[in-house]
């Protein structure tokens, strides 16, 4: 079953508007969570590292003041694509790490998919 | 140069073919190396783990990872039109949190 639960799975919205995205986690508590973004026919690319009671840590090139992470929980971590915009059309997707091995226990959700008319 | 280089395809095969996916890396410093299979629109889920060099199989999948030439691949045998998808390798440093993926090979498997 699934680990880590992504709404909403699609949204559509208008230029300007905010768009909040969730992810929980399922059965454990996730002090960290990883959120990426995939473009068509490109790599998935880490946008932050949400933490648990703490700042979350941003990739160079990512804006902190659009993309608003929240991890107030060890349940629930949230995106906030704030004013989106057109080039803001992705397909966002949240991970998370269980067990002593990162690399090996990376846990996806299901995506959303953002599209900014 | 990229860091991690993958064929975008797409792959389309027979049902039953033996399916080679490949990926090249740059960075000598990659220690664990991923596959992760995407179904359209959903998140990847983990296929296969491998650490530095060697084989590794489960069930109809084989990883192979070769880091003298920085090259690692993925065979599936007896391809099923169920493995149509899109198969991203991904690798990261020891001790890092930080994947890197390559684009992904889009495959179709035609019974």
Known sequence: GAVVSQHPSR???KSGTSVKIECRSLDFQATTMFWYRQFPKQSLM???TSNEGSKATYEQG???????INHASL???TLTVTSAHPEDSSFYICA???GAMYEEKLFFGSGTQLSVL | QKEVEQDPGPLSVPEGAIVSLNCTYSNSAFQYFMWYRQYSRK????????YSSGNKEDGRFT??????SKYISLFIRDSQPSDSATYLCA???GGSEKLVFGKGTKLTVNP
């Open chain 1, 75 to 77: 349940t629930l971590s």
């Open chain 2, 63 to 68: 990883a192979q990872v070769d880091k003298s």
């Open chain 1, 96 to 98: 998370e790490p269980r």
């Open chain 1, 11 to 13: 949204v559509i919205c």
């Open chain 1, 46 to 48: 880490l946008m932050a």
């Open chain 2, 43 to 50: 998140g990847p889920e983990l296929l296969m783990y491998t």
């Open chain 2, 91 to 93: 690798m990261v440093q």
């Open chain 1, 62 to 68: 990512v804006e902190k003041d659009k993309f608003l």
